[in-house]
């Protein structure tokens, strides 16, 4: 969950989120200060779930977000949920890109495992690894985004069941009925592949 001390400077963050998205390169360097700390926490989650010996570290993750980020242009950044959920979905896809290139087979030949929460694997059944639960995602997403959404902002982003809500402009209940539902079937995904 994030910290509540954060939230001075999230209008002005907002503001920056927007003038970015309008297209003002500067915004970004002042937006940079004001969300660093919450996209470092982010990143921590993240390389939590990462092996030990995993060479990409939290302030390199954050930065290769950052880079990936900056070459999104002319997106309606609603406000520092928004751009901290979509910083978060990016670290995923960052972490999932150097599984790939370090020439882990997928789900298999040496893939890291990710510890998830209980209900998401098998009791008696090993951690999925990292590739798996992102072919899962994916197709959770193909068949309900919002709800492959919800895990993201949740799981990865460390954003509780309000703070996703609003992000997604949806009732509290509506998450927690997508939580549920995501959780269950990525269960049911992952319990059907094979793990290493």
């Given at each position: 969950m994030y910290d509540r001390g954060i939230s001075s400077g999230i209008n002005d963050a907002t503001a920056l989120l927007q003038a970015w998205g309008r297209g003002d390169a500067e915004a970004l360097d002042r937006l940079l200060p004001l969300v660093y700390e919450e996209l470092h926490r982010v990143a921590r989650r993240h390389m939590r779930h990462e092996r030990a010996e995993h060479t990409l570290q939290a302030s390199a993750l954050v930065n290769e977000a950052y880079l990936r980020l900056i070459q999104v242009q002319h997106v309606q950044w609603q406000n520092r949920l928004h751009f901290v959920a979509m910083a978060s979905r990016v670290m995923r896809r960052?972490?999932?890109?150097?599984?790939?290139?370090?020439?882990?087979?997928?789900?298999?030949?040496?893939?890291?495992?990710?510890?998830?929460?209980?209900?998401?694997?098998?009791?008696?059944?090993?951690?999925?690894?990292?590739?798996?639960?992102?072919?899962?995602?994916?197709?959770?997403?193909?068949?309900?985004?919002?709800?492959?959404?919800?895990?993201?902002?949740?799981?990865?982003?460390?954003?509780?069941?309000?703070?996703?809500?609003?992000?997604?402009?949806?009732?509290?209940?509506?998450?927690?009925?997508?939580?549920?539902?995501?959780?269950?079937?990525?269960?049911?995904?992952?319990?059907?592949?094979?793990?290493?």
């Amino acid at each position: 969950m994030y910290d509540r001390g954060i939230s001075s400077g999230i209008n002005d963050a907002t503001a920056l989120l927007q003038a970015w998205g309008r297209g003002d390169a500067e915004a970004l360097d002042r937006l940079l200060p004001l969300v660093y700390e919450e996209l470092h926490r982010v990143a921590r989650r993240h390389m939590r779930h990462e092996r030990a010996e995993h060479t990409l570290q939290a302030s390199a993750l954050v930065n290769e977000a950052y880079l990936r980020l900056i070459q999104v242009q002319h997106v309606q950044w609603q406000n520092r949920l928004h751009f901290v959920a979509m910083a978060s979905r990016v670290m995923r896809r960052v972490l999932v890109d150097a599984a790939r290139a370090k020439g882990y087979q997928k789900r298999g030949g040496g893939a890291q495992r990710v510890s998830l929460p209980d209900a998401l694997i098998a009791p008696e059944g090993p951690a999925p690894d990292l590739l798996a639960l992102d072919d899962a995602l994916k197709g959770l997403d193909e068949i309900d985004p919002r709800k492959c959404k919800v895990v993201e902002m949740r799981f990865f982003g460390g954003l509780n069941v309000e703070e996703t809500a609003t992000a997604l402009h949806v009732s509290k209940e509506t998450v927690m009925r997508d939580w549920r539902i995501a959780k269950a079937w990525l269960a049911r995904e992952l319990k059907g592949m094979p793990h290493a």
